[in-house]
């Protein structure tokens, strides 16, 4: 059985998760758009500063590669993978906000 004062912890903690996590999913946001810009002008991938953008971002589109599989690799490539990351992360992070967020006292727990 959850006591209310476990249950205010429980709202004071997702109260402050909630703005790092809207910051962190910028961070990323910001990344993927870097991704998404460098790998349309064809950016050099043995550059090592590029080379960082690409392996810090690649965890995040990776679930999403089988989106590029039938591009080619080198070149300008409009990366379906981090244009569909790029889309999806703000909408996923504004739901887990929502769900996060305190409720109102009147309101459902």
């Keep these: 059985m959850i006591t209310s004062d476990l249950a205010e912890k429980i709202r ?12 962190v999913a910028g961070a990323a946001e910001a990344l993927l758009l870097a991704r998404l810009l ?16 690409y392996c810090v971002t690649w965890p995040l589109i990776a679930p999403l590669a089988a989106l590029d599989a ?16 790029a889309v999806l992360m703000p ?9 996060l967020a305190p409720r109102s006292a009147g309101g459902s727990p």
Excluded: H, N, Y
Aim: glycine share 4%; with cysteine.
């Design 12 to 23: 004071v903690r997702a109260r402050r998760l909630v703005p790092a996590l809207v910051w």
């Design 38 to 53: 460098a790998r349309l002008l064809a950016a050099r991938p043995d550059s090592p500063a590029f080379a960082a953008l």
């Design 91 to 99: 909408v996923i992070v504004c739901l887990l906000g929502i769900w």
């Design 70 to 85: 039938a591009q080619r690799q080198f070149g300008a490539v409009l990366e379906l993978s981090t244009l569909a990351a």
